[in-house]
């Protein structure tokens, strides 16, 4: 599940120009757009297309950060943001609809020089999750906050509050009024319901991603610093104030620099239990196996067996990007060593 | 900080009579009332006294439950529900303020034979916050419920509801008002501020609890199989929703029966940063090191380290109590092999 990253070729100032610096090879950002029940024959060439070139466009926007000195936790940061501000992901934006036809939307970050991390859960009036669960980092003696009190520490520290109607995406509205016409009582959506909401009436298909389409990223900067971050409008349909994994540190998103840097997407409750992103990370520094090894063995094996679905994005120390899902897709991209941005949806 | 575990000695029968089942010697109970700045000069002999009577009425609840054929994770919520009901514990009917004079509890319980889980965060109308976390357990398709949509859900499955004026106890209001009164907008309280609060007006001195006075319990039942469980007030003027490590699978609380479980209390940030009931299992499993080791290695060295102060009480699958605490003191207990309690306090 991972591609061949090319080696620390000295390339970069070939692409870059006379500006680029000496150590850019040794940039790298990896991001996923969710993972599920991604099908070729629900996915138009149009719609594939936009989702490539707006990875790429999130893969650029951490780029850049690193390629300009930036830290990891930066670039993290901005790659998420990109994809929080387009309708096509399952955060920021394009978040779903809970039961109660609101937007609730978690979000962490963790840096892996220091094992800071800051989260959120639950808010509706935060335009940029991710930017709150570091500001919560760096601007708080907290590492966790939620609901009204985590949207106000998010306008204490200056951060852009938006109406709740900001989040209302067409797709999205008619994904809740069909699987609550289907089940009222719905909480959680059976694989047949998720099928039956990936049809939006009208005509227009969409890939099955109402349930997994947390955003992510991980980086590596200048320094060899690993960050980590996740962001997520959760499951459709969703009640009583229900917290997935992305805001939880250790199973969403996890980044030590002595192991690696994690960020996960998928059916969040058994990526609590499994505590994925700190057990890949405890394989690789307890056991000395690959970051790829470790992942593929959480989520190919343990959670596989658990019956949870879903995969990660991760990067370990030496830049190395380590994907891995067990669902029949999952939105992905990173730039390699030469600065060039890889992008893929299906297996 | 181990006290030494008698062996599987037969000799429950002669304490027991003839009820007892012969598999008597394999059950195990520990629990945890807090760690803290726990002086014997700031607890008189009187108050030592309630405590200790108190954590030995927990043992004894969740022991009953083992001896009475029942689960660990039955085992755990009794003897949670014994520290909750009592004023004594920062959880339950003895939890702190908020910085908005509410009480706002979390809690989390997870089997170690299944890896389920289940968590509250924000809670202020429930009695018994861990029933809450074990309901969502049990009865709900999620791991981790938060806020008032927790509460609908606590109402829906029958759990006690409780005015929220049912947790207001004297103590914890001259906390918060103390607390206050030297810093109105800490919602963290340093070192310093936590001694002055451990006096409270009228001349009543208690320990420093208010910061780290989560409870919790392990249990090993009858059937081999371990179980885990948290609950917590939290932090004394605490504020924005803060969620500490208590209801977060994998900091607070972690159970695996091919590691152990693990119940978590100190300063929940680093707990969460450090994935504390997690990585004390993973370092079991993946290193082949003792659950005793492992928890030193991550109380001791790793969280001394980043300057997180608390501690854990845990069990092996073979039965043996651990403790490991970096702070002056833990409310403590267990009950060893033949039946019989033991309670400790300080170091």
């Given at each position: 599940?991972?591609?061949?990253?090319l080696?620390?070729?000295?390339?970069?100032?070939?692409?870059?120009?006379?500006?680029?610096?000496?150590?850019?090879?040794?940039?790298?950002?990896?991001?996923?757009?969710?993972?599920?029940?991604?099908?070729?024959?629900?996915?138009?060439?149009?719609?594939?297309?936009?989702?490539?070139?707006?990875?790429?466009?999130?893969?650029?926007?951490?780029?850049?950060?690193?390629?300009?000195?930036?830290t990891?936790?930066?670039?993290?940061?901005?790659?998420?943001?990109t994809?929080?501000?387009?309708?096509?992901?399952?955060?920021?934006?394009?978040?779903?609809?809970?039961?109660?036809?609101?937007?609730?939307?978690?979000?962490?970050?963790?840096?892996?020089?220091?094992?800071?991390?800051?989260?959120?859960?639950?808010?509706?009036?935060?335009?940029?999750?991710?930017?709150?669960?570091?500001?919560?980092?760096?601007?708080?003696?907290?590492?966790?906050?939620?609901?009204?009190?985590?949207?106000?520490?998010?306008?204490?520290?200056?951060?852009?509050?938006?109406d709740?109607?900001?989040?209302?995406?067409?797709?999205?509205?008619?994904?809740?009024?069909?699987?609550?016409?289907?089940?009222?009582q719905?909480?959680?959506?059976?694989?047949?319901?998720?099928?039956?909401?990936?049809?939006?009436?009208?005509?227009?298909?969409?890939?099955?991603?109402?349930?997994?389409?947390?955003?992510?990223?991980?980086?590596?900067?200048?320094?060899?610093?690993?960050?980590?971050?996740?962001?997520t409008?959760?499951?459709?349909?969703?009640?009583?104030?229900?917290?997935?994994?992305?805001?939880?540190?250790?199973?969403?998103?996890?980044?030590?620099?002595?192991?690696?840097?994690?960020?996960?997407?998928?059916?969040?409750?058994?990526?609590?239990?499994?505590?994925?992103?700190?057990?890949?990370?405890?394989?690789?520094?307890?056991?000395?196996?690959?970051?790829?090894?470790?992942?593929?063995?959480?989520?190919?094996?343990?959670?596989?067996?658990?019956?949870?679905?879903?995969?990660?994005?991760?990067?370990?120390?030496?830049?190395?990007?380590?994907?891995?899902?067990?669902s029949?897709?999952?939105?992905?991209?990173?730039?390699?060593?030469?600065?060039?941005?890889?992008?893929?949806?299906?297996?």
């Open positions: 599940m991972q591609w061949k990253v080696g620390l070729v000295a390339v970069a100032l070939s692409i870059s120009g006379a500006t680029a610096m000496a150590d850019e090879s040794n940039l790298r950002i990896a991001i996923h757009g969710g993972a599920g029940t991604i099908l070729r024959e629900n996915l138009t060439p149009e719609l594939e297309q936009a989702y490539r070139a707006k990875l790429e466009e999130a893969l650029r926007a951490g780029y850049t950060v690193l390629t300009s000195g930036g990891a936790v930066e670039a993290v940061q901005e790659a998420i943001v994809m929080e501000d387009s309708p096509l992901f399952n955060a920021g934006k394009g978040a779903v609809f809970t039961h109660h036809k609101t937007n609730e939307m978690d979000a962490s970050i963790m840096e892996g020089a220091t094992l800071n991390a800051g989260a959120a859960a639950g808010v509706s009036t935060v335009r940029n999750p991710i930017r709150l669960a570091a500001a919560v980092m760096t601007q708080s003696s907290h590492v966790m906050l939620s609901g009204k009190g985590a949207e106000q520490f998010a306008a204490s520290v200056g951060l852009q509050i938006v709740p109607a900001y989040f209302w995406t067409e797709r999205r509205w008619q994904q809740l009024l069909e699987v609550q016409k289907n089940d009222p719905a909480s959680v959506l059976s694989e047949h319901e998720s099928d039956r909401a990936a049809v939006v009436p009208g005509g227009t298909r969409w890939p099955d991603d109402n349930k997994f389409g947390t955003v992510g990223a991980v980086a590596l900067d200048k320094h060899g610093n690993l960050a980590a971050g996740t962001s409008g959760g499951m459709t349909n969703k009640k009583y104030g229900r917290i997935g994994d992305s805001p939880v540190i250790g199973a969403g998103t996890y980044a030590d620099n002595s192991a690696g840097a994690i960020s996960a997407t998928g059916h969040g409750e058994f990526f609590i239990r499994a505590a994925v992103a700190h057990d890949i990370c405890a394989r690789t520094l307890y056991r000395g196996v690959s970051l790829q090894k470790a992942a593929d063995e959480v989520i190919m094996d343990k959670l596989v067996k658990m019956g949870g679905e879903g995969g990660i994005v991760g990067l370990d120390p030496a830049g190395n990007v380590v994907f891995s899902f067990n029949t897709g999952m939105y992905r991209g990173f730039i390699d060593s030469t600065g060039k941005a890889h992008t893929a949806i299906f297996r």
